[in-house]
């Protein structure tokens, strides 16, 4: 092991040890379909709660509070799964968290930042485990000498008294000490335990970036630390087992081709408390994109592509088996579940829109069991916001995939071919407040764990006032308005015939075009498009903006 591989081992020991010890995720449950799920649409607001084997739910609005422009893109639940957070542009300029209870709809705090900001984020855990404090992260601006603001800010609110018990900004002495380039980035938490938040700096609107910076944070002491694993995409904890996986590019593994944007990642690491990280899946040729825990935390998953072929998604576990998984290539959200996996494909439903299907492993790989539990109508988009935490503890680590002379010695057979049943019929209800179903209980027993670090009083955290600044006219999208193309790398914008990824390309736009905006917005494929004029007359459909990795890229900024 080199010097970086050892430092990254160490790396990964101190903070999963660290998260781990000071309180986690709830542990086994129980086979048989022990779990809840959420789904949301961002475009209706509902929010539908699906439980396994038909055993019911609930679908409701997602609720809406005094100010909120419209239905959030993304939402978190807590832990329990009682609460809803989202961090959202409001009236009159600002952005603001939210915190409202799922079942009454009631507001139990908000808090809110005044004057133009670009935008606001929430990690999946941005919960603390016992659900009293939300941390949300804030860009002010891109580098501007002349903005006096921080470029970022961090807070932790308190959802008794909706507001900030600590804060931590890019220009804090902690965070400049570090030496690193902290400016026009986004802190997104990745995971929130007593006494610790460790959160990535996301390039926002940018092309997105193979890795980013990683960070660990002890709040009541202000001190900051930079941990590289949070900052590796496609990062997934199993926090009872003190685990972590994600992806990475390593020159002793075959090195496969990408078409278009993307990371040749060719390796899903390993990481546990005992100091150890190391590759657990490669395979020769391929480009990896996804990973997740799986199966109680027994199996990690892979999505793997070898160009020109489709995805296929392959399992590893913990005793040297591997193969591949019956999902789909054309599914767009996979989560992991105490006894196996869901997924959702955007049109496999009866009617030819959303399905969300259920593979079940009562025992190996061909234990299979298959449940069409729930669909939409077509053209909507749906996507998983939560399923409780279903990792098991006691299993042994993941066996290491050794590369020799370029070759992995590893060897997978084709994906196995599942015939779905014909899918359930599900006709979604007027959005009621609907008696919800509590995830199961699930008792465990969380080790204790005490951190006394030296405390630099020049490092604690002092909250100032939030300043309230004149709002300045708001810049959006409108039939009518001027906007400018925006892409990263050299990648041109593609205008199709129709709203969607399936009408055929017409032209391409370079970076910096000003183009008229004539008619939109729609929505389709999970994007939103304006009908848009080139500068030579032709006219087509644009994607106002696409994920990117963590973030999102917005790829036609309002001028006029």
């Known amino acids: 092991m080199g010097p970086r591989a050892g430092r990254l081992a160490l790396a990964v020991a101190a903070v999963i040890l660290m998260v781990v010890m000071l309180g986690g995720a709830p ?26 084997d038909f055993a019911g739910g609930a679908t409701i609005p997602f609720p809406m509070q005094p100010g909120m422009i419209g239905t959030p893109n993304s939402i978190v639940l807590s832990r329990d799964a009682t609460r809803v957070a989202s961090c959202q542009e409001v009236f009159h300029a600002g952005r603001a968290l939210y915190v409202s209870d799922i079942a009454s709809g009631a507001l139990v705090a908000s808090y809110g930042v005044s004057g133009d900001t670009i935008d606001c984020a929430l990690g999946q855990y941005a919960f603390s485990p016992d659900g ?37 900004s890019s220009a804090d002495p902690q965070v400049t000490a570090l030496g690193i380039n902290v400016a026009g980035q986004m802190p997104v938490v990745e995971a929130f335990e007593p006494g610790v938040i460790a959160f990535k700096l996301v390039l926002w609107g940018a092309g997105g970036a193979p890795e980013y910076t990683g960070l660990v944070w002890h709040p009541a002491v202000g001190d900051v630390t930079v941990m590289e694993p949070y900052g590796k995409n496609a990062l997934q904890l199993q926090m009872p087992m003190g685990e972590a996986i994600w992806l990475d590019q390593r020159a002793d593994f075959p090195i496969g081709f990408i078409d278009g944007m993307g990371y040749p990642y060719n390796v899903l690491m390993y990481g546990n408390k005992t100091g150890s990280s190391y590759p657990i899946f490669s395979l020769s040729g391929a480009v990896l994109d996804w990973g997740i825990f799986a199966k109680n935390g027994e199996w990690a998953a892979v999505r793997s592509s070898i160009y020109p072929n489709p995805p296929v998604w392959y399992y590893v576990d913990r005793y040297g088996g591997s193969g591949a998984l019956p999902i789909p290539a054309d599914v767009y959200d996979v989560w992991g579940v105490s006894d196996g996996y869901i997924y959702l494909h955007p049109t496999a439903g009866p009617s030819g829109g959303p399905l969300l299907v259920y593979h079940r492993y009562t025992g190996d790989v061909g234990s299979l069991e298959v449940q069409n539990l729930w669909s939409a109508d077509p ?86 006032p939030t300043a309230i600044l004149a709002p300045p006219p708001l810049l959006i999208l409108h039939i009518g308005g001027v906007a400018q193309v925006h892409t990263t790398e050299g990648d041109m914008l593609r205008v199709r015939s129709g709203p969607g990824t399936g009408y055929g390309v017409q032209f391409q736009l370079a970076p910096g075009v000003l183009v008229n905006v004539l008619n939109g917005p729609q929505t389709a494929d999970g994007l939103t498009w304006w009908f848009i004029q080139a500068p030579n007359g032709q006219t087509g459909w644009a994607v106002e903006g696409v994920p990117d990795g963590s973030g999102w890229l917005q790829t036609l900024i309002p001028v006029s």
């Open 27 to 52: 542990g086994v449950t129980q086979a048989g379909g022990s779990w809840v799920a959420w789904l949301y649409n961002p475009d209706s607001g509902q929010m539908v709660q699906i439980l396994p």
């Open 132 to 168: 009293t404090q939300v941390a949300f992260g804030l860009l002010n601006h891109y580098a501007d000498p002349a903005d006096p603001r921080p470029d970022w800010v961090l807070y932790v609110v308190d959802l008794a008294t909706s507001m900030p018990v600590y804060q931590l």
């Open 379 to 464: 053209g909507s988009y749906w996507k998983i916001v939560y399923t409780n935490p279903a990792y098991g503890t006691g299993y042994p680590p993941f066996p290491e995939v050794l590369s020799s002379g370029g070759t992995v010695l590893m060897t997978l057979p084709p994906p196995a071919v599942v015939t779905l049943p014909p899918p359930a019929v599900v006709t979604l209800p007027a959005p009621v407040v609907a008696t919800l179903m509590p995830p199961p209980q699930i008792l465990v027993t969380l080790p204790v764990f005490a951190i006394t670090p030296q405390i630099n009083p020049n490092l604690l955290m002092t909250i100032a």
